[in-house]
């Protein structure tokens, strides 16, 4: 049988070894969060820079449409659209590529010659 202080030290020597393994742990896994934020954090910043080109090369577009479009008063042009809340992000190069042809297709129409003219 043992003493008192002897269970106490097996005891406490227990709950010294639990918490050594238990701040292992945590550190490993502090460790993996830290690696998993900072990936997250490169990807945050590549998506804002993409949604910022993606809101220039839009902005330019419509403002290029607008100049254009100047001479035609019987044109009633809508305000310029709010983004959609329920754009799936994964769309985002097949939509840029459809503005991109829809600007090209309008231009075209808007700078076709008249009578030999162009405008």
Not at 28 to 50: N, S
Not at 60 to 68: K, M, N, R
């Amino acid at each position: 049988m043992s003493s008192a202080a002897e269970e106490y030290r097996r005891i406490t020597g227990m709950i010294s070894d639990a918490s050594g393994e238990r701040r292992e742990r945590e550190a490993a896994r502090v460790e993996d969060l830290e690696r998993r934020f900072g990936m997250l954090d490169d990807r945050l910043r590549a998506i804002a820079e993409r949604t910022g080109m993606s809101r220039l090369a839009v902005h330019t577009h419509w403002e290029t449409v607008l100049d254009a479009m100047w001479g035609e008063p019987w044109m009633t042009v809508p305000p310029f659209p709010r983004p959609d809340p329920h754009a799936d992000p994964g769309d985002l190069a097949r939509n840029e590529q459809e503005m991109y042809e829809a600007h090209e297709n309008l231009m075209a129409l808007i700078n076709r010659p008249r009578f030999g003219f162009r405008r």
